[in-house]
């Protein structure tokens, strides 16, 4: 029994790879085009692109490896029926149950992976991109060009001289107008800080008037460090729990919860549908298995995402149950009955 088993899974693990490979690249090339319409909002070199990259391939996986499992599983099963190698299992005594009970350990660890994929590690890496693309549009609001008016910081006028290859900026003056004074400060020398998405800008070596209708002041200065408004949006992050009971995008929180829920659970529950659609008897019986496939797929999804506003998070064990019973009842009238 246990060859068998290593036999069954060995077909399936061949096809798993040669399914999933092309799934995977075609699901990166869309997050891709996906990141690289941020750049339209903000400048990222190529390790920052890398660096989302990392922080949303999670999300590809948790998508493109239960899929992968449906197909590869249900068309292992169907390349061994057309080679009559499940027919002659069958003559040997061996019960359907014992395929289903071959792929529900991979399915069982795949699910657990999925679930700890989107209910540990997601909200993680989701945090991090949020934060990361805020920080990187708080930067982008603070675009200086040198020799031209009306840049701006925060609530400061900015004109600047000369722009040095270092970063830093030389001739730097700054005014800002308020209700009953006026204040002015110039500089030789100036540079940006981005501290955690807040930023900065260093003067060094400058004078600064302050003058109203009562009084007029001079100081001299060698650092100053004048703070931008603009600030990045960035959010905290301490454990799974906290983020997924926080009220913060509470609507998006649960309609994930419930999706992803019902598509850790894809690989156990649709076993019976896989021997279903998998096993036949290729004299008696036209296939149709890609098709199945399809319809499957598609089926699932749109019960996933049609039920959730009527059922809210009874989505879940609704579909779940309801998915279960009937792939069960299918497997038994079309597998049971006849082998």
């Known amino acids: 029994m246990q060859r068998l088993q290593k036999y069954l899974l060995s077909n399936f693990s061949a096809l798993f790879m040669s399914i999933f490979l092309p799934l995977f690249v075609i699901a990166s090339v869309i997050f891709l085009i996906k990141l690289s319409t941020y750049t339209a909002v903000i400048q990222l070199t190529v390790w920052e692109m890398g660096k989302l990259y990392l ?30 190698e499940i027919i002659v299992i069958f003559a040997l005594g061996i019960k359907p149950g014992f395929i289903i009970r071959t792929f ?9 992976l999925l679930a700890f994929d989107f ?20 930067e982008a609001k603070f675009n200086l060009a040198a020799s031209e008016f009306g840049n701006s910081f925060g609530d400061w006028l900015l004109y ?9 900026f ?38 600064g008037y302050s003058y109203s209708k009562e009084k007029f002041s001079q100081i001299n ?11 990045a949006n960035l959010t905290n992050y301490k454990q799974p729990l906290q983020y997924w009971l926080s009220k913060e995008n509470a609507g998006r929180k649960k309609h994930v919860f419930i999706k992803d829920t019902l598509l850790s ?46 059922f809210q998070y009874y989505t879940i064990p609704v579909v779940a149950l309801t998915w279960l019973v009937t792939t069960y009842a ?4 079309t597998i049971v009955n006849k082998f």
């Not at 600047?160 to 830093?168: E, H, Q, W």
């Not at 030389?170 to 998405?197: C, H, M, P, T, Y």
Request: aromatic share 12%.
């Open 55 to 84: 922080f949303i391939l999670p999300e590809i996986l948790f998508y493109t490896l239960p899929i992968t499992f449906f197909i590869a599983a249900t068309l292992s099963l169907f390349k061994l029926s057309n080679d009559n």
């Open 160 to 168: 600047i001289g000369a722009k040095n290859k270092d970063g830093t």
């Open 265 to 310: 659970l894809f690989p156990i529950i649709t076993l019976f549908l896989i021997a279903s659609i998998g096993i036949v008897q290729v004299r008696h019986q036209k296939s149709k298995v890609y098709l199945y496939l399809f319809l499957t797929i598609v089926l699932y999804y749109g019960l996933t995402i049609g039920l959730e506003k009527m």
């Open 330 to 333: 299918l497997y038994r009238k």
């Open 119 to 138: 209910l540990v590690v997601s909200p993680h890496t989701t945090t991090l991109s949020k934060n990361f693309l805020s920080y990187k549009k708080s």
């Open 221 to 231: 200065f060698k650092t100053m460090l004048i703070n931008d408004t603009l600030k």
């Open 170 to 207: 030389s001739k730097v003056f700054l005014f800002n107008k308020k209700q009953k004074e006026e204040i002015l400060i110039a500089a030789k020398k100036a540079k940006v800080i981005n501290d955690s998405g807040i930023l900065r800008l260093k003067l060094m070596d400058g004078e």
């Open 104 to 112: 529900f350990k991979p399915a069982f660890i795949l699910s657990l």
